[in-house]
């Protein structure tokens, strides 16, 4: 079982009663400490000559590291355990996100302006002339995020209804970082023709659309065929989001090694959404040396079953991911945990780049090989070097909906990465830094001026 440091993904609120007495809480402490519980907040409750009331808050690595850690409580003598909550589900609680009017109603004027009989003549005006619905309307800054919840996270195919926690969060970090309406869209479907039949009949109301945790090989069909059949922004964010900082990242961190990305050889772990559009578009940055892997090892041309995409990059001899390894410069998994091991990593050219995104346990756990790898990254919090897509799809959105962009091209993604890597000054990058804090507030206001540049230069952008 592997060591995972706690997180608050995994969160406790205990309310505990104590006695009154000196020592008392430092046995708690010390048996959460025991078990490799992380304290936060202590909060007191209420205090007599008797007893002492107190909120402990306990951040865990998993659910049954939560129980160990409740066990280790119960154990002491003189401690009553009142109650405890899961915090992540109390946040989730009657769900995370709500619509607010951005204008008051405060009389019947403002009704009659907003409202009958004032907006039959709003209604007119884009009858009459259909570009106004992005000046008049909620359309100019707001994305329909859908999804068929057939690839959850990495949880699978769970369906719409479990999906809608996700597409909740996805909306939060749209609005909060980008102050763009995102509404949470999923499917009770998974067949392709009808994803694109719905969300063609529902884009009257909004100005692009990401798609979210929609399975490999139909979430290409869907993105190509939408993108050739509608003229707003279709982002599948497992396949570009994931790309562009990823680009971002290892922009930074060939700096610190001093290799070129036309001279490197890259093995990527994992051939679904993300895999794929990571090997193409490092491909249009001139990273030619690729390797392919997924559950089976090498993606080659001898093997057979092999969908369009992999076809497309297949190489020609096979292997193991370990043979692929062999004199590589850069590993990057986006694909199971603990696949990767310090003895692959040192088969590796000198000063390897380890990306294992893997998530909530990557592919190799960062403190095994921080003596062999010149950088590694991954996708949790927890660690340096979180490359996460925070980083690219509210500022990918916030340029292309400024100059109303017909659709995104792969040179937008280039230059949104190059945009990212640019916020890690020389003076501040090291091997623990190659990515800026998805709470840096610069970052998607520098996506997006490189967006809308990228747009503009291309023909694509209508403002």
């Keep these: ?46 205090r007599n000559l008797q007893t002492v009331k107190r909120e402990l808050q306990i951040d865990a690595s998993s659910s049954d590291h939560a129980d160990k850690i409740l066990d280790a409580i119960k154990s002491l003598e003189d401690v009553k355990i009142l109650q405890v909550s899961d915090r992540t589900f109390e946040l989730h609680k009657g769900g995370k996100i709500r619509i607010e009017n951005r204008i008051e109603i405060k009389n019947s004027s403002d009704l ?150 036309d001279k490197i050889r890259v093995v990527i772990n994992g051939a679904g959404a993300a895999g794929v559009a990571i090997a193409r578009l490092l491909n249009q940055a001139q990273c030619y040396n690729i390797t392919l892997c997924d559950s089976k090892g090498i993606i080659s041309k001898d093997r057979e079953n092999l969908n369009a995409e992999k076809q497309l990059l297949a190489v020609e001899k096979g292997g193991t991911l370990a043979d692929a390894l062999v004199d590589a410069d850069v590993f990057i998994g986006v694909s199971a945990p603990n696949i990767l091991t310090p003895d692959m990593v040192k088969t590796m050219a000198k000063d390897p780049i380890i990306f294992a995104m893997a998530n909530p346990i990557p592919e190799i756990q960062p403190e095994l090989i921080k003596d062999i790898a010149a950088v590694v990254a991954t996708g949790r919090s927890d660690y340096p070097n979180q490359i996460n897509n925070v980083l690219a799809f509210p500022g990918i959105f916030r340029g292309a909906l400024d100059c109303r962009a017909k659709g995104l091209t792969t040179e937008m993604y280039l230059q949104a990465a190059s945009a990212i890597a640019s ?19 610069r970052v998607a206001t520098v996506v997006a001026e490189a967006v809308k540049k990228a747009a503009r230069e291309a023909g694509v952008a209508r403002n």
């Design 1 to 46: 079982m592997t060591d995972l440091t706690p997180s608050s993904s995994f969160s406790l609120a205990v309310h505990l009663e104590l006695l009154n007495r000196a020592g008392a809480l430092a046995k708690v402490t010390n048996a959460i400490a025991s078990v490799g519980g992380s304290l936060g907040n202590i909060t007191l409750i209420e």
């Design 112 to 261: 009659a302006m907003a409202y009958t009989p004032g907006v039959g003549r709003i209604c007119k005006a884009i009858a009459e002339k259909p570009e106004e619905v992005f000046s008049l309307t909620i359309k100019s800054n707001s994305i329909a995020i859908v999804t068929d919840g057939s690839a959850v996270l990495g949880l699978g195919n769970l369906g719409a209804e479990a999906a809608l926690p996700v597409m909740e969060g996805k909306a939060m970090l749209f609005k909060g970082f980008a102050d763009i309406d995102a509404f949470p869209i999923c499917l009770a479907t998974q067949d392709v023709e009808e994803i694109i039949s719905i969300v063609k009949n529902i884009i009257p109301v909004f100005g692009g659309v990401n798609l979210e945790d929609i399975a490999a090989p139909r979430c290409f069909e869907i993105e190509k065929r939408l993108q050739e059949e509608l003229d707003v922004p279709i982002f599948h964010d497992d396949q570009h989001g994931t790309a562009i900082v990823t680009m971002a990242a290892l922009i930074n961190a060939l700096k610190l090694v001093s290799k070129e990305i």
């Design 423 to 441: 916020l890690v000054s020389t003076e501040e990058l090291n091997k623990e830094h190659i990515v800026p804090s998805v709470f840096d507030p």
